[in-house]
């Protein structure tokens, strides 16, 4: 199942080839301290929605990320126009607002949960498929972070088998060892699915 991601970006640049635009965007997820993604955004003929926009404007993305060799991927499904920078050339970059992409992405346990002083961790993968790159079959691992006193979240948790895949929402940060982060918001077990068993096996990075 696809993942959705949505978060509100600065746009670097832009091309446009036919029916699609393409180029770099950044989040800003502490002050001055900004995230590239590199987008493609496919244009269909229902735009009813759809905000344009140019370089240097304020816009919300929705799409489907993908972390392929270091790099953030997103997929744009629909764009929403923040702030027209020409309409206020006086706004510096920092002037984004704060943001990180909040995901929600169907996964399979590969490492049971672990306590770390006041926070529990647990290892999930899944496939994407990258549409920016045109890669089938990306594997995605992500490192999931829970807070102790989130304490429906740890209960949750606590039921989780390597053998039913489950949906997890969170805000989604790449580590310093350029690992996918999750701090966990929501979680929904999918007792009618089943996954096949892991043929690779993934060690908890803790």
């Given at each position: ?63 489907r990320l993908v972390y392929e ?119 929904d077990i999918l007792y009618h ?14």
């Open positions: 199942m696809p993942n959705t991601a949505t978060v509100s970006v600065i746009i670097t640049t832009k091309d446009v080839v036919k029916r699609m635009s393409q180029g770099i965007a950044a989040y800003q997820y502490e002050p001055d301290c900004f995230q590239n993604i590199t987008y493609k955004y496919f244009l269909n003929a229902n735009e009813t929605y759809r905000q344009d926009f140019k370089v240097n404007d304020f816009v919300q993305f929705t799409g060799n270091e790099t953030l991927y997103m997929t744009v499904i629909n764009s929403t126009l923040l702030r027209d920078r020409t309409l206020d050339t006086h706004l510096s970059d920092n002037a984004l607002p704060l943001s990180t992409p909040v995901i929600t992405i169907t996964v399979t346990l590969a490492s049971p949960a672990k306590k770390l002083s006041n926070v529990r961790f647990f290892q999930a993968t899944y496939n994407e498929y990258n549409a920016v790159t045109s890669t089938k079959k990306v594997e995605q691992t992500v490192n999931v972070l829970i807070r102790e006193e989130d304490t429906r979240l740890i209960n949750a948790t606590n039921k989780l088998t390597n053998d039913r895949p489950f949906l997890i929402s969170g805000y989604l940060t790449i580590g310093e060892d350029k690992m996918i982060l999750l701090e966990l918001l929501d979680i699915l089943t996954a096949p068993p892991s043929k690779h096996p993934l060690q908890s990075p803790l």
